[in-house]
C-alpha cells in the first residue's frame, strides 16, 4: 500500500498546486455522444511486445430525462461481453456510473458482476498544461467463495495536447499520463498490488485512439484504434451477444 499511499499524497498536492492556473477545455476530445446516437463498434488493435486479440467496444449514447449517458459493451475475439459500462456525463467531465464484468461464479457459470464505484472519474472537461490528476476505483468481489476481490486504481494525469493520425487524417488529440494499480486477494490471505503505467490519447470527436501500458517486467500492452463502423456493419456473432443483452 505504500505505493499506493504516495500516489495519492502526490495526486492530491499537485491538484492543488494546479488549480490556480489557466484551465483548457477538452470536452470535445472524448467520445461524441451525438454522434454515437444509433451506436458504433470502436475496433482496436495490438501492436505491442505481445501479440493480443483484437477488441471491440460498442458505444451507445443514451437519456434518461435530462441526464445523458455513454454506454460501452467490451469484447474480444470470441464476441463474447467481458465488461459493460455506463457513464453519466455533467458539467464539469465524465464520471463512471455502473460497471459490471464477466468471470465465472462458485459454480463455474459465467456471470456478469457488478463493480462498486469508489471514485468515478472517467474524463475531466477543464484541465491545466502538465497537471491535474483524476482517480478511478472500482472494486469487485469476486464471486468464488473466497471473499476476494480485485480493485482497480488509476489516476490518470494530463500532461498535453498533440496530433495523432487515423485512417490516413491527423487529428488534434490530447494525452494522459496514466498510472495504475490492481489489488488482489482478501483479507485473509493479502493482497498482492501489480502496477502499471502508461499513456492514452484521445482524438477530438473520436474518442480513445491509442493506449500503452508497461508492466512490471517492462512488457508492454499497446493498442491503437483501427476502424469504426455501425452495428449492422458488425460481425454477426457480436451483433447476437449484444441482442441477448437487449441491445439492438
Same mark, same amino acid.
Request: net charge negative; glycine share 12%; aromatic share 22%.
Given at each position: 500500500m505504500a505505493f499506493l499511499r504516495k500516489l495519492f499524497l502526490f495526486g492530491a498536492l499537485f491538484t492543488v498546486l494546479s488549480s490556480c492556473e489557466e484551465r483548457i477545455n477538452i470536452?470535445? $476530445?472524448y467520445f461524441p455522444l451525438t454522434k454515437l446516437e444509433?451506436?458504433?463498434? $470502436?475496433? %482496436?488493435?495490438?501492436i505491442g511486445d505481445i501479440p493480443m486479440p483484437t477488441i471491440y467496444w460498442y458505444y451507445y449514447s443514451t437519456r434518461e430525462g435530462r441526464q445523458k449517458f455513454l454506454? /460501452?459493451? %467490451? &469484447?474480444? &475475439?470470441?464476441f463474447i461481453p467481458r465488461q459493460i459500462v455506463k457513464e453519466e456525463f455533467i458539467k464539469t467531465g465524465v464520471l463512471l456510473s455502473e460497471v459490471s464484468i464477466s468471470m465465472p461464479d462458485s459454480t463455474g457459470k459465467m456471470a456478469q458482476i457488478p463493480g462498486e464505484v469508489i &471514485?468515478?472519474?472517467?474524463?475531466? $472537461?477543464?484541465v491545466v498544461e502538465? /497537471? /491535474?490528476?483524476?482517480l478511478y476505483k472500482v472494486k469487485f468481489d469476486i464471486p468464488d467463495g473466497t471473499g476476494s476481490s480485485a480493485t482497480l486504481i488509476k489516476n490518470r494525469h494530463y500532461e498535453t495536447d498533440s496530433t495523432i493520425v487515423f485512417n490516413n487524417v491527423m487529428y488534434d488529440c490530447v494525452k494522459f499520463d496514466v498510472k495504475e494499480l490492481v489489488e488482489y486477494g482478501s483479507e485473509a490471505d493479502g493482497f498482492t498490488e501489480p502496477p502499471f503505467s502508461g499513456v492514452e490519447y484521445y482524438a477530438k470527436s473520436i474518442g480513445l485512439v491509442y493506449y500503452k501500458k508497461q508492466t512490471e517486467d517492462n512488457t508492454f500492452l499497446e493498442y491503437t484504434l483501427f476502424e469504426r463502423?455501425?452495428?449492422?456493419?458488425?460481425?454477426?456473432?457480436l451483433r447476437e451477444e449484444l441482442l441477448k443483452l437487449g441491445i439492438k
Open positions: 470536452k470535445d $476530445y444509433e451506436g458504433m463498434v $470502436y475496433e %482496436y488493435h495490438s454506454n /460501452g459493451v %467490451y &469484447a474480444e &475475439a470470441d &471514485a468515478g472519474n472517467v474524463f475531466p $472537461y477543464n502538465d /497537471g /491535474g490528476i483524476f463502423y455501425p452495428l449492422e456493419k458488425a460481425d454477426p456473432f
